[in-house]
Nanobody, 114 residues
Framework: QVQLVESGGGLVQPGGSLRLSCAASRSIFSFNAMGWYRQAPGKQRELVATIISGGRTNYADSVKDRFTISRDSAKNTVDLQMNSLKSEDTAVYYC?????????WGQGTQVTTV
């Protein structure tokens, strides 16, 4: 059973920064892709950023040039650096990992910009 544990959420002022981290119970390089999704109150869960096994990244238009997804092989984590945060970034952020077409999810971490 794959376990994903997010950390780093919190309360931040507009224009501020946060760094989220997702720790996996198996090597992050064993997944076909890993990423971050978010869900705001009353809205559907949406993709924020993904990184595939080869290292290519993909971002939602709303976070391009503000957020950066990366892998830390030493810590076995996938991180999301979030800069220039806006009120509309407020949501629960979920880590996602895909392996052999199976999606795994973390429990989520709250990010609130106010």
């Amino acid at each position: 059973q794959v376990q994903l544990v997010e950390s780093g959420g919190g309360l931040v002022q507009p224009g501020g920064s946060l760094r989220l981290s997702c720790a996996a119970s198996r090597s992050i390089f064993s997944f076909n892709a890993m990423g971050w999704y978010r869900q705001a109150p009353g809205k559907q869960r949406e993709l924020v950023a993904t990184i595939i096994s080869g290292g290519r990244t993909n971002y939602a238009d709303s976070v391009k040039d503000r957020f950066t997804i990366s892998r830390d092989s030493a810590k076995n984590t996938v991180d999301l650096q979030m800069n220039s945060l806006k009120s509309e970034d407020t949501a629960v952020y979920y880590c996602n990992a895909v392996r052999t077409a199976t999606h795994h999810w973390g429990q989520g971490t709250q990010v609130t910009t106010v």
